[in-house]
């Protein structure tokens, strides 16, 4: 093998440097607490903690005076540059979504974007520049080299973002470098690059918390599945930090055993000033101190154990596994995945009930879209879970704010109004209901809203907590995933939503008996004031490892009584396009196998427009008929089948008839073998 150029490289471009009179840092030097911190807490290049050493590393700033920390990493051999997969997204991580240590090694920006991570999940930077250079001598003993610059930032969801090819690095000189950040700043990803980066993150993401779930369940004993929930919850508020608090970190916590000094306390005074920065109403940031305060104070969990307590050591696992996904802010239903998780590993008491089941993200945007919900829709949700149909709700609403309004001010003021006062969800479970406070604060804090309360009987349809409470919530979107055990299979919960509401859309997912019977006193009266517009079958698999209940769409247009000649538009959507496992030893349980993507933008225009929409699908998965509202058990209607015969079918039928008589009568004459033949 030829020998790497790698000192020649590295002598070139920090000579550079010196010549630009940058203070820059070598491998072991210390560029400030925050980035060393976060090197050294990182998993390394080759798999362990720490030891992460960028060859060279700078802190530069803008006109604006904001940071941008520059990471740099050199190779000394040809094609060593950067390693891409078939997303031509930069390879740090393998089939089974564990870090490829290999490619980080071996390949300059791989490993430049690798120490980027560290920086995003351990510090409060939210833009690194990771600077690849590689080269080699060719035949005649001179030095060829490539560089090549990535943008790390909460953007591109940490994943690296191509900037451009460089011949030097006078891109950092400071008579250059706010024209160069104000390249960085132009870039984006387009839509379907930006998808593909989300879902690559989110199959991360379950791969960390079924990583977490498991080390927690094996190594940590008498931590019990709601204490697990609890401790997550508190380790994401405590570490997020807020404005004038900074995030806490490991090293905060000094595992001592003196009351109000000992980890749990620090943690409670932590959630207690940043929810005090996010202005959550009082009655509401109590309960949730309260709530938290019996798992993060027990005696057992804070007591020390050779110099550490069981809570430190949980709380490190936590911030280790799980903190970079929730600081690039993805908008994913965060909470509903940890739940899951948990939920898939462990089970929970409501199991055989199949009430505790949490809606996938992908079908929390169908049921969203399917009451066209926009930028002006008031949201609610009386059984809200991890409150995943309120992120789903909040996130197309904010999309088409985004895409409506062009002034920034007018826009800010939408998405605070939006997260505010436009949503708003009930939950009477406390263990999942701490589940959508986090989620809405994760996703922004839209939290203001999800009260913990019986929907059925402890909810008048006012405001919970904002500073409309006592006024009436406007709801024109419900949406809504039931605790099937409830009357009606849940339905119980959709007559009370829809007769408070005196207009707009609903869309349900419930257990398919609900409109085959189980249910038709409740469908009987819903449809008095609302009309059912479709009844789509959903996948039997739907979800596989948590229930086996065949489950259904419904979709109403609220504050019409339903005529018996209204078109109620019936989609067998049992081929949904994805594939399901249900496999413990497999890290991605849910795969695009045949257009998902397309079968359900066309089930959504189908229940709009009607069946000149109709392009994967046919007439034999969509039908349009009616219902008698006096019946409430006639919802799950199919394609009728046509049995009328056609001439092909004669055709066929006489063709078949011939051939069979034929072969009884050479049969009959011995004339086997020239039947043979």
């Excluded at 060279?56 to 051999?77: C, M, R, V």
């Excluded at 090694?105 to 974007?113: C, L, P, R, T, W």
């Excluded at 927690?216 to 807020?242: F, W």
């Excluded at 050591?313 to 993805?330: A, C, E, N, P, T």
């Amino acid at each position: 093998m030829a020998q790497s150029a790698e000192p020649q490289i590295a002598n070139l471009a920090n000579g550079w440097l010196k010549e630009y009179g940058l203070d820059f840092k070598l491998e072991q030097e210390s560029l400030n607490h925050e980035i060393d911190t976060a090197l050294t807490e990182y998993a390394s290049k080759g798999g362990g903690r720490g030891g992460n050493r960028p060859d060279a590393k700078l802190l530069l700033f803008d006109k604006y005076n904001n940071p941008w920390p520059i990471i740099i990493e050199y190779k000394g051999y040809k094609d060593k540059l950067v390693k891409l997969n078939a997303d031509n997204q930069v390879d740090n991580r393998n089939k089974k979504n564990e870090p490829n240590y290999r490619n980080i090694k071996e390949y300059a920006i791989n490993g430049a974007v690798h120490y980027a991570n560290a920086l995003i999940h351990y510090t409060q930077y939210e833009h690194i520049i990771a600077v690849g250079m590689t080269g080699y001598k060719d035949n005649f003993g001179k030095l060829q080299y490539e560089i090549s610059v990535y943008l790390v930032s909460k953007d591109n969801f940490a994943l690296g973002q191509e900037v451009g090819k460089f011949s030097d690095f006078s891109f950092l000189k400071s008579e250059n470098f706010d024209a160069f950040i104000e390249r960085v700043k132009s870039l984006k990803l387009t839509e379907q690059e930006r998808q593909k980066a989300r879902e690559k993150r989110e199959n991360e993401i379950s791969v960390s918390l079924m990583k977490l779930n498991n080390d927690i369940y094996q190594n940590e004993d008498g931590i019990s599945e709601k204490d697990r929930v609890y401790l997550v919850a508190a380790v994401i508020m405590a570490t997020l930090g807020e404005k004038n608090i900074s995030p806490l970190e490991k090293n905060d916590l000094k595992s001592k055993n003196t009351e109000g000094f000992r980890d749990g306390d620090i943690i409670l005074n932590q959630i207690n000033a940043f929810l005090k920065v996010k202005k959550l109403p009082e009655e509401k940031h109590k309960m949730i101190l309260r709530t938290l305060a019996n798992t993060l104070t027990n005696e057992i969990i804070n007591k020390p154990l050779n110099g550490e307590s069981q809570l430190k050591r949980i709380f490190s696992k936590i911030v280790d596994d799980l903190g970079i996904y929730y600081k690039i802010g993805l908008t994913v239903d965060f909470t509903g995945k940890l739940f899951n998780e948990m939920y898939r590993w462990l089970g929970f008491s409501q199991d055989k009930l199949n009430d505790v089941v949490l809606t996938p993200s992908y079908v929390a945007t169908l049921l969203v879209k399917l009451t066209r919900v926009n930028k002006d829709s008031y949201v609610w949700d009386f059984a809200t879970g991890s409150a995943g149909l309120l992120v789903a709700a909040m996130n197309e609403m904010i999309k088409d704010a985004t895409d409506k309004i062009n002034s920034p001010d007018e826009l800010k003021k939408k998405i605070s109004k939006i997260k505010l006062t436009q949503l708003l969800g009930v939950e009477i479970l406390q263990d999942i209901y701490m589940l959508a406070v986090l989620n809405m604060i994760l996703m922004g804090d839209g939290c203001s809203n999800i009260a913990n309360r019986n929907s059925l009987n402890d909810f008048d349809g006012e405001y919970v907590f904002a500073d409309e409470k006592n006024k009436k919530f406007p709801a024109d979107v419900f949406v809504l995933n039931p605790p099937y055990s409830s009357p009606g299979k849940g339905m119980i919960f959709v007559e009370k939503a829809l007769s408070m509401m005196t207009h707009g859309y609903a869309a349900i997912i419930i257990q398919t008996s609900a409109g085959s019977g189980k249910a038709a006193e409740f469908n009987r009266r819903i449809l008095k004031h609302s009309t059912l517009l479709a009844s789509i079958k959903m996948p039997d698999d739907l979800f596989v490892g948590k229930s086996s209940v065949q489950t259904r769409v419904y979709v109403f247009r609220v504050g019409e009584a339903h005529n018996k000649d209204d078109i109620v538009k019936f989609i067998d959507f049992s081929e949904d396009g994805y594939t399901r496992t249900n496999r413990k030893n497999t890290n991605v349980n849910l795969r695009d196998t045949n257009n998902a993507k397309g079968r359900y933008e066309e089930v959504i225009n189908l229940v709009r427009y009607g069946k000149n929409k109709l392009k994967i699908f046919t007439e034999k998965e969509y039908y349009e008929g009616n219902i008698d509202p006096e019946n409430g058990a006639d919802w799950n209607q199919i394609a009728p089948l046509d049995i009328t015969p056609t001439d092909e079918d004669f055709k066929s039928t006489v063709s078949n008839y011939l051939s069979w008589e034929i072969t009884n009568i050479i049969r009959q004459n011995g004339g086997e073998n020239e039947l043979k033949k």
